[in-house]
Structures are given as structure tokens and as C-alpha cells.
């Protein structure tokens, strides 16, 4: 398996940064009157809001530290069977807090029989007491009774939970992942391949092919609708319906957990660049690091940009191609400007504010739903002057900042999530 350098430290300050940026945006989300572009954009518009780059960029940065992960593990000697197990947890504790995220969106409060915030404290307060990085002087009893108490939480809510429309009422289901869930399956997916393949970046690249194919397929070609009663797709603009689509002409369908291999490719992107970054400083070839970079990430602008006519135009709420390249290009890009700033001219203390965002990045996307919730429990609302427009952008940034601020704090006492 090839071998990559020590940590770039430029890896955390984007993952720092994309996450101040991704709890600004999500906060900014409810600030009214503010300019089009910082917002997402709707479902049926060709184009992109500043808040639809942000989330691709964490899955690609989930790629570019993907490599280093499995290698560092692999120079403590693991065996296949633990990084596979270690591959499999992280996974799974994604998905599981993606599907109660979800559902919690679906939450019915005149239906259940505690309020949706009441249902939110518990269930975040649950993942904490569960995925705590727990000091390794605790004593294990008193450490498994948390945990347990966590998973006893979970089910608990699991139990009374009541979600959807009043008069069709349902219990909870994935309607779809929710972000750390689909950080979840992209993470297992290409975490398997790079196992596969020994991290070999010719074997990789190759994956990435596959994937954005799959991605411009799933977009063009075929045009896939199932609903309970009949299942439809569309071929070349044409309509077929009956049973053996499921089997036959619907090739994705076996293939449920990539899907359109949006987010899959986005992540495998950056596996990608991770191991062509390597390959030339193992090479002595550093000096190239820059124009490769360079190039690749215009690359991927002008293929975005190029399929935009073809692959139902720009858009995140559909997962294009498009958006999916596009937004690699961006953080390719950003990727190369910070391995400059951070990596060769030193410059990691300008970013220290920040920092817990970086290496604290779990426990910091978690953070605000104990801000969101404890208002709305309390029935507290912001100002109108600071809900809109520019104070209102002002107050969600200012948000961001106190709460990484704040997850610092809580990460000099060891309180922080670690899966």
C-alpha cells in the first residue's frame, strides 16, 4: 500500500473552515431577507447557492484525510480484519445519527408525546453519551453504563417516536440519510475500495471513473422514478413501465447504497488527490505539486460546467454531475491555496481560532442542535433587527465563531465525540 507523508496540516484548516462555514450557512438558512447567491437553491433552479458548495467540500476533505487515516493505522500494525471493524463503526455511528436526524425533520409534535425539541436535547445528548471520547483513566463500568444509557436513550426514542402528516402518521424510516448518514455511506464505500486496492492510485482513479459515470448515467441516460404502486423509467425521453424494470433495465437499483454515486464521488475525489499529492512527493517531485493541482481542479470546473446542458443543469437538491465537478474543482482549488499558505509558508497560527472546528469537526456540527433547540424549547426567538438581512448574516457568523469557541472549551476537558 502506498505510503503517504505526514499529515498535511492544511487538511484540518479546510475542515475547519468548512465547517465554521457549514454551521454559518445552516444557521443563515433561517435569517430572512438575505442575498440569493449565500442561500441554497431551489430543487428545480440550474444553479448553485455559496451554502450548496459547502457540504460536497466536507465529503471531498472526508477523501483527502481518508488515505492518512487508514495508512496510520496500518504503521500501528493493524491487521485487515481491524481497520476493516474500525471502517465498519465509524460507518455505522453516521448513519445511525443521519437516520435520527432525518426523522427528526418528519418529527409530528402534536402526535408524539413529548415536543420535537423535547425529542432533539434527548437524542443529541444520547449521541454524546455514546460516542464520547471518553479518557482512558475512566473506569470501564462506569464508561459502559453511560454508553449504555445513550443506547437505552436512543431506542427510548426511538419507541415513542410519532413523525409525518396529522392523518398519516408513520413511525421512522430513511426517506433519505441526512448529511452524516450520506457521509456515512460515502465513507464505508470508498474506505472499502481503498482497502481493496491497497490504496494503488491507478486502481483509485479508476474507481473515481466509474463512479462519476454511474453519476452521469444516473442524470442523463436513464431518468429513474420508483413509486409504491408502479415503478417508471425513462429512457432517451421515452416511457416504460412494469415488473421487470426492477430486475432488468434499472441497473442501480441493486446498487441502493451508491445510488446516483454523487456523494461517493465527491469523496473519492479527494481519496484521489490525496494519493496523487503523495505520489509526487514520494517521486521528489514537489515542484509539480502545483501545476498538477492546478490543472486538475480547472479540470473539473470545465467538465462541471461542460455536462451542464446535458445532466439536468447545476443543482445540489439533485446531486448532478455538474455540481458534483464543479464543486471538486472549487475545493481542489482551495485545497492547493491552503497547502501553500498552511504547508510551506507556515501560516497554521492565523487559523488557531478555529482550530476545534478542525479537529473537534463532529462535536461542533452537533453543538447547534443544543443552541437550536433549547431556544425553541424555551420559546425564544431572535430579534427581527438580528433575524434580518446583513445583521442577521452578521449574528449567524457570529453564531459560528461562539460556538467553535465554545467546542474548544469543551475539548480541553475531553469532551468531544470520537468515532
Keep these: ?17 468548512t465547517m465554521l462555514l457549514m454551521i454559518f450557512v445552516n444557521d443563515a438558512s433561517g435569517v430572512k431577507h ?7 437553491a431551489k430543487g428545480f433552479e440550474d444553479r448553485m447557492g455559496f451554502a450548496d458548495t459547502i457540504f460536497p467540500a466536507f465529503l471531498f476533505i472526508v477523501g483527502l484525510s481518508l488515505p492518512f487515516a487508514i495508512n496510520n493505522r496500518i504503521k500501528k500494525g493493524d491487521s485487515g480484519k481491524q481497520i476493516l471493524f474500525y471502517i465498519l463503526i465509524r460507518s455505522v455511528a453516521l448513519l445511525i445519527m443521519g437516520f435520527y436526524h432525518v426523522n427528526l425533520e418528519e418529527y409530528n409534535s402534536s402526535a408524539a408525546l413529548i415536543p420535537k425539541a423535547a425529542w432533539a436535547l434527548v437524542i443529541t445528548t444520547a449521541f454524546f453519551l455514546i460516542w464520547l471520547d471518553y479518557p482512558e483513566t475512566m473506569a470501564k463500568a462506569k464508561k459502559y453504563s453511560l454508553q449504555v444509557l445513550g443506547i437505552i436513550l436512543l431506542i427510548a426514542m426511538a419507541v415513542i417516536y410519532k413523525g409525518g402528516e396529522d392523518g398519516d402518521v408513520r413511525w421512522m424510516e430513511p426517506s433519505w440519510w441526512g448529511i452524516l448518514g ?10 472499502l475500495i481503498f482497502v481493496a486496492v491497497k490504496g494503488k492510485l491507478n486502481s483509485l482513479i479508476v474507481a473515481w471513473v466509474v463512479l ?3 453519476n452521469i448515467i444516473a442524470h442523463s441516460v436513464f431518468k429513474i422514478k420508483v413509486t409504491r404502486d408502479e415503478e417508471m423509467v425513462t429512457i432517451a425521453g421515452s416511457n416504460f413501465t412494469g415488473s421487470f424494470l426492477g430486475n432488468a433495465i434499472i441497473f442501480l437499483k441493486p446498487l441502493w447504497i451508491i445510488h446516483d454515486a454523487s456523494t461517493m464521488t465527491l469523496t473519492m475525489g479527494g481519496v484521489v488527490i490525496s494519493g496523487i499529492y503523495a505520489r509526487l512527493v514520494e517521486q521528489g517531485k514537489t515542484q509539480r505539486i502545483w501545476a498538477t493541482l492546478a490543472i486538475i481542479g480547472v479540470l473539473f470546473l470545465v467538465a462541471g460546467f461542460a455536462l451542464r446542458p446535458y445532466t439536468e443543469g447545476i443543482s445540489k437538491i439533485r446531486s448532478t454531475p455538474a455540481w458534483v465537478l464543479i464543486c471538486s474543482g472549487i475545493t481542489t482549488l482551495a485545497f492547493l491555496i491552503l497547502i501553500y499558505v498552511v504547508d510551506v509558508k507556515g501560516k497554521i497560527s492565523a487559523f488557531n481560532w478555529i482550530k476545534p472546528a478542525g479537529t473537534s469537526t463532529l462535536t461542533c456540527y452537533l453543538i447547534p442542535y443544543f443552541q437550536v433547540f433549547i431556544l425553541e424549547l424555551l420559546h425564544i426567538n431572535y430579534p427581527g433587527i438580528i433575524n434580518n438581512g446583513f445583521p442577521g448574516l452578521l449574528r449567524s457568523f457570529l453564531t459560528a465563531v461562539i460556538i467553535i469557541l465554545f467546542v474548544g472549551l469543551l475539548e480541553k476537558k475531553r469532551l468531544r465525540l470520537k468515532i
Aim: net charge neutral; with cysteine; proline share 5%.
Design 1 to 17: 500500500m502506498q505510503q503517504l507523508p505526514k499529515r498535511l496540516l492544511s487538511i484540518d484548516v479546510l475542515r475547519a473552515i
Design 34 to 40: 438575505i442575498p440569493e447567491w449565500i442561500d441554497h
Design 182 to 191: 450520506l457521509i456515512g455511506w460515502a465513507y464505508l464505500v470508498c474506505a
Design 212 to 214: 462519476i459515470i454511474i
